[in-house]
Structures are given as C-alpha cells and as structure tokens.
C-alpha cells in the first residue's frame, strides 16, 4: 500500500521528534520545557506574553511551565516596574548550561534525516515546502478565553 505524501511527512516529523526527544530527555526536560529554554536564550528578557506566541501555547499553560523550571533553578521571572501584571523571564545559569547545545544538536537531527537528499534534493524540498506554506494559514494563537 502506498502511504499519502501527507502521512510522509508525519512520519518523518515523527522521526525528528522522537530523536530530539531523546537528547532533551537525557536532561530531565520535556520538548516543551526545552523549546521554552531555547528561545530564552535567544531572546533574553522576554516577557511571558512573548513565549505564549512564540510557542502558541495559553498564557496558564506558559506559566504552568514556566513555574516548573523556575522551581528547578533554570528560570527567573521578574515583575516589570511600574507594570506588575508583566514578568520578564531570563534563564539562569544553570538553565543556560541545560539548554547548551540544543540548536547542535537539533541541527545534527535535521542532517541525519535529511542526509539521503543531498544538497540538491534538500534545496528543492525546501522550495517545495514553502510554496505549501506560503498557500497556509499561520497557525493560530490559542483563544484566551478556553
């Protein structure tokens, strides 16, 4: 039976997620917690407003989130002066040296899978890729009221 292109693609998103998960296993974190990491490090001073688009997630869950990793040292949240209801979020060091290495490692994920290709099969996936993106939808934010 010939599997659909679409079923394809969930099967090699399938495979980048389970390898990824397991390097982000090995430090105690979860994907989200890792994704979370990640983009404090390239965004520091966040406000939570901010991971809550980057990672489309409701705003209790990021802060559900977020509590967790501040319980295990990796994150500090400060409320803003003169804005109590907005909190900057920063890793800590002990964070940073946690999340070390994902962008690495995430790159080494996306070569192994990628490796048959080659560089002209890569470059034309990738094309093909963005025309069926640019024809989407952006994911939406979750609706704050849920």
């Known amino acids: 039976m010939k599997e659909s292109t679409l079923e394809l693609m969930r099967w090699v998103v399938w495979a980048q997620r389970r390898i990824a998960d397991d390097w982000i296993r090995e430090r105690g974190l979860t994907h989200e917690q890792s994704a ?3 983009y404090l490090s390239k965004n520091p001073n966040a406000i939570q407003r901010d991971i809550v688009r980057a990672t489309r997630t409701s705003a209790p869950g990021v802060s559900r989130l977020l509590a967790g990793l501040e319980r295990r040292g990796l994150v500090e949240r400060r409320t803003q002066e003169g804005d109590t209801r907005s ?10 040296e946690l999340i070390q290495g994902f962008e690495e490692a ?6 192994s899978i990628l490796a048959p290709l080659g560089d002209e099969g890569r470059a034309r996936l990738h094309d093909l890729l963005e025309q069926l993106a640019s024809r989407l939808d952006p994911p939406s934010l979750p609706d704050p009221e849920q």
């Open 87 to 96: 909190r900057r979020v920063q890793v800590t060091p002990a964070g940073a």
């Open 36 to 38: 979370v990491l990640a």
């Open 106 to 111: 995430m790159d080494r994920v996306e070569e």
